[in-house]
């Protein structure tokens, strides 16, 4: 395994600022017009900048240059192949939680010494894949998971490399269902268990220990917990060198948060500072798993005003994309800003924005104001590239939609919009 220092070239890199901007009041992704691809492509469709996903995967890179390190995009956030393809071609690697991310990755050539896998729940079937597979590293949440992973080992004949992910009881201040580092939580092994799992794993013929991972939650706004969480790391680490035990391999999760509303998370040159003291011996590679971070602002949702019906209360702003398009506002209450395509009112109202989808949950925004718009304008639900599409569902019976790569003055379609017919597949009417 190589850890990628330096990713090759120098390209289309621009920042998610600029990915998404006003031309004459008319919204573009790069050089593209949102309405012209709107006409062309229909909606609901997701939109992501090339250039934009370049720069964020270039930018986080850089900011370790002085670290042995290595990129494992979180493929949860955003497994589209193409999105894959284009970080495996900048140099990274990934984060998988399943025999389908790891089919995925390996679709597009994902080096398997690049690959990690992480999750709670992993199935013979899945262990068995990623050893066959020989992936870089298994993280490892229990004992009863690194003594199924033996045992399959010596079954296959091979000998798997493991980390154990540690979990730090930090307090990731984050929206409680996507924060995963305090005790409570399903994920890790106490910091207490740890060193007696390493020398039992020590005793072991088919696994080999190379490392200690933990990840404290998603959309962390602080640095503070980052870094406790890391020296909660450290101090485990600096224990197991005392009885002998030598990790080339630290894994700090993912997790930083990106600005959505009013939010002000540390830059990615202020969290690589306040990490990079932990390696300045550089006696172990660092790995990170970043998912939103590179590919939130990449992306927005486009979707279409159906009809505007109003009431005695607030007007609802009823559009073509549901809770099954975009779950992140009816699953945690999450605040996307919503832009129209076209700049053309000059007064505002205040509604709430929902979908077509019948729940009560199912809306992209409340009490929001926005450019008054009516039957057939076009809205841009924003920085939705990650957890979007890949949280989306055919829930009602509705096709999911299309994805949409945008370089330059170019866009290719990454994922066909699903049909009627798709809906059906496998399913037999006896
Ligand atoms: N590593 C592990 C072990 C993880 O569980 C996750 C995310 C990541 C890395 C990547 O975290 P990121 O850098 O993207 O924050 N659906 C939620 C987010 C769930 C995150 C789950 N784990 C949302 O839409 O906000």
Not at 127 to 142: F, G, K, W
Not at 188 to 216: D, M, N
Not at 339 to 365: M, Q
Request: net charge negative; proline share 5%.
């Amino acid at each position: 395994m190589s850890p990628n220092r330096f990713l090759p070239g120098g390209g289309d890199e621009i920042s998610g600022m600029e990915a998404f901007r006003y031309r004459h009041d008319q919204l573009f992704c790069e050089k593209i017009s949102l309405k012209q691809l709107a006409r062309e492509i229909g909606t609901p469709v997701y939109v992501y900048s090339r250039g934009a996903l370049e720069g964020s995967l270039r930018n986080f890179d850089h900011a370790f240059v002085d670290v042995p390190h290595l990129i494992c995009y979180a493929v949860k956030s955003n497994s589209n192949l193409s999105i894959l393809k284009l970080f495996r071609d900048l140099g990274a690697g990934v984060d998988i939680v399943s025999g389908g991310e790891l089919f995925r990755s390996l679709q597009v050539g994902v080096d398997p010494q690049k690959i990690v896998f992480s999750g709670v729940g992993k199935k013979n079937a899945e262990i068995d894949y990623a050893l066959n597979t020989d992936i870089l590293i298994i993280n490892v949440e229990s004992k009863a998971e690194l003594d199924a992973i033996e045992a399959r080992a010596k079954a296959l004949n091979h000998r798997a490399r493991v980390s154990f992910r540690v979990n730090p009881d930090i307090d990731p201040k984050t929206h409680p269902n996507i924060s995963t580092g305090l005790r409570e939580h399903k994920f890790g092994i106490s910091t207490q268990e740890a060193l007696p799992l390493y020398q039992y794993a020590r005793g072991l013929s088919h696994v080999e220990v190379v490392g200690i991972s933990c990840h404290i939650g998603s959309q962390v706004t602080s640095l503070e917990p980052f870094l406790q969480a890391a020296q909660k790391v450290f101090d485990v680490l600096g224990r197991l060198q005392e009885i002998g035990i030598h990790l080339q391999y630290v894994n700090l999760g993912g997790g930083v948060g990106i600005r959505y509303h009013d939010e002000s998370p540390p830059s990615i040159a202020e969290y690589a500072q306040g990490l990079r003291r932990f390696f300045a011996r550089k006696e172990q590679v660092l790995i990170l798993e970043p998912g939103r971070i590179l590919c939130g602002k990449a992306g927005l949702l486009l979707t279409e005003v159906l009809y505007v019906k109003r009431s005695d209360r607030r007007p609802f702003v009823i559009v073509d994309a549901g809770m099954n398009d975009l779950l992140r506002p009816g699953l945690y209450d999450a605040y996307h800003e919503i832009w129209p395509v076209e700049r053309n009112a000059s007064e505002t109202f205040i509604v709430d924005i929902v979908g077509p989808v019948c729940e009560s949950t199912d809306f992209l925004a409340h009490d929001r104001e926005i450019p008054v718009t009516q039957r057939g304008d076009l809205l841009a639900i924003m920085d939705t590239g990650a957890y979007g599409f890949s949280l989306s569902s055919n829930y009602n019976s509705r096709p999911r939609p299309a994805e949409v790569l945008v370089r330059n003055n170019t866009y290719q379609i990454i994922r066909e919009r699903e049909s009627y017919e798709d809906l059906v597949r496998g399913e037999k009417g006896i």
